[in-house]
């Protein structure tokens, strides 16, 4: 089945730094992707839709400048957590619909960022 | 624009008993439903879909759902539950590239 592999897995980082975290489709391709953000016992929040070959589309409140993501090719799409912040500690994950217009999302397994 | 209720936040049943998950949304045009489980620091993983055809569909790990368009609902069902399906459980509509997901159900099941 359709498999996409998100990376790392975790990372913890110290208040300021960047962090890159890479969503990829390993039998697929993916013009579009989906970043989510969940809280602890939360549902997911979109973050933004990543289009292969153009700007990503960011949810209402997420700050562009902050969330950058680059999909760059069909298979790869990018979520660059800048300047990071304790409170951007979170639960990131991606998506994308594999099939035509009424399939599913396939998940990564998420990336648990912890900032210092 | 569309919305996915799961007014059962938790839900603990005791092992070997049966359960239902509940989901409602709020339009049925052209509308794509999904249950997905979540476990502790993973993403989610695809239960059951239904797309068209027969109301009540079958999906993975025993659980079934039955799609409801008067009542505009959705609801996860297993009639044997077992200790591994501890987890969280998401309803999501698909209305065409917008994915909509409920709040969750936090299923415990209790030996």
């Known amino acids: 089945g359709a498999v996409v592999s998100q990376h790392p897995s975790w990372v913890i980082c110290k208040s300021g730094t960047s962090v890159k975290i890479e969503c990829r489709s390993l039998?697929?391709?993916?013009?579009?992707m989906f970043w989510y953000r969940q809280f602890p016992k939360q549902s997911l929040m979109l973050m933004a839709t990543s289009n292969e070959g153009s700007k990503a589309t960011y949810e209402q409140g997420v700050e562009k400048d902050k969330f950058l993501i680059n999909h760059a090719s069909l298979t790869l799409s990018t979520l660059t957590v800048t300047s990071a912040h304790p409170e951007d500690s979170s639960f990131y994950i991606c998506s994308a619909p594999v099939g035509g217009w009424n399939s599913p999302l396939h998940f990564g397994n998420g990336t648990r960022l912890t900032v210092t | 624009a569309q919305s996915v209720t799961q007014l059962d936040s938790q839900v603990p049943v005791f092992e070997e008993a049966p359960v239902e998950l509940r989901c409602n949304y709020s339009s049925s045009v052209s509308v794509y439903l999904f249950w997905y489980v979540q476990y502790p620091n993973q993403g989610l993983q695809l239960l059951l879909k239904?797309?068209?055809?027969?109301?009540l569909v079958k999906g993975i790990n025993g659980f079934e759902a039955e799609f409801n368009k008067s009542q505009t609902s959705f609801h996860l069902r297993k009639p044997s539950v077992h200790i591994s399906d501890t987890a969280e459980y998401f309803c999501a509509v698909r209305t065409g590239n917008q994915f909509y997901f409920g709040t969750g159900t936090s299923l415990t099941v209790i030996p």
């Open positions: 039998d697929f391709q993916a013009t579009t």
């Open positions: 239904y797309l068209s055809g027969s109301t």
